[in-house]
């Protein structure tokens, strides 16, 4: 990859992610720009398949950076997340020393917490220097753990270092780009969010459905993508445990690309629904009945739009 210089201005920015199809409003580049201007790490909260996720491998894509991921999960902790040693190697080490005879303990120890024992995980692997510039450092579902790790973030967020007890502080020379998610599946806590620029990303209006739709479907056709889109915006309406987010848009458009769909008809959406949602009480509570009506509904749509 070759590193790129940072976008200057707004419509730089909203010019570098279309680069990687990505069809950003003006908000978010906004505060992308910003957020890469001030050096400050980006929080993006919003509901799942959205695009948040997809940011930040665009920024990594786009500006040629690597891109490191931290998928958070219940239960994530120092040795997932920053580091831990390598105590199989360790062992070897002290073993060997002992076999030749070594008998200076102050020696070994030094020896066996140096850096080639250590094992660097995704928050450690972010402060290190790369030719390429610093890295795009992706916290996924930062909701999914618990409030004891994300006061353990705000040393990492504060000043871009990690301390190691054996090796000392490990501080960057250049922070990295961090881009936060988080689904809200609870609250994150303020101190947190403090240290970030903050952005919503909410589900995109029809014409920006379209577009991106457009973009990372180019096969589709134009009647088929529109009648996708205005159906989804019509769904997303009804009272759903989990209404179908962009990523499911995209997945529908492709599963009836592959089956030669020309237009939207109640038997082709019936037959694709687990495409679109995720959960059986939600399919059940779209019946062809409902269906039909909301065919009828996004079409009448169109029509309004032409």
């Given at each position: 990859m070759t590193e790129k210089t940072l976008p200057h201005s707004i419509d730089a920015t909203l010019k570098l992610v279309s680069e990687a199809d990505y069809v950003a409003d003006r908000s978010l580049a906004t505060v992308l720009f910003l957020a890469l201007k001030m050096q400050r790490p980006i929080f993006l909260e919003g509901e799942a398949g959205v695009g948040k996720t997809e940011i930040a491998k665009v920024l990594a894509r786009t500006l040629g950076r690597k891109l490191i991921r931290l998928q958070c999960y219940e239960g994530l902790d120092v040795a997932a997340a920053v580091y831990e040693w390598n105590y199989g190697a360790q062992m070897i080490a002290i073993r060997l020393a002992e076999a030749e005879g070594e008998g200076d303990?102050?020696?070994?120890?030094?020896d066996v917490f140096s850096e080639r024992f250590l094992i660097k995980r995704p928050l450690l692997q972010a402060l290190e220097p790369d030719a390429d510039g610093p890295?795009?450092?992706?916290?996924?579902?930062?909701d999914r753990t618990d409030e004891a790790f994300e006061a353990f973030l705000l040393e990492v967020l504060s000043d871009f270092q990690v301390t190691v007890p054996e090796l000392g502080t490990i501080k960057a020379a250049h922070p990295p780009i961090v881009v936060i998610t988080s689904n809200r599946t609870r609250e994150v806590h303020d101190a947190l969010k403090r240290r970030c620029l903050y952005h919503w990303v909410g589900y995109p209006s029809a014409?920006?459905?379209l577009k991106i739709l457009r973009a990372k479907v180019p096969g589709i056709g134009k009647k088929l993508s529109e009648q996708v889109v205005a159906f989804v915006q019509a769904l997303r309406k009804e009272d759903l445990f989990k209404q179908p987010g962009v990523a499911e848009t995209l997945d529908w458009a492709g599963a009836l690309t592959e089956l030669d769909a020309v237009a939207l008809d109640p038997a082709t959406v019936s037959d694709t629904l687990g495409v679109l949602l995720k959960y059986q009480d939600d399919i059940a509570r779209i019946d062809h009945g409902k269906i039909k009506q909301l065919l009828d509904d996004s079409k009448a749509d169109l029509r309004a739009a032409e």
């Open positions: 303990r102050e020696r070994i120890e030094h890295p795009v450092l992706l916290i996924d579902e930062i014409e920006r459905e």
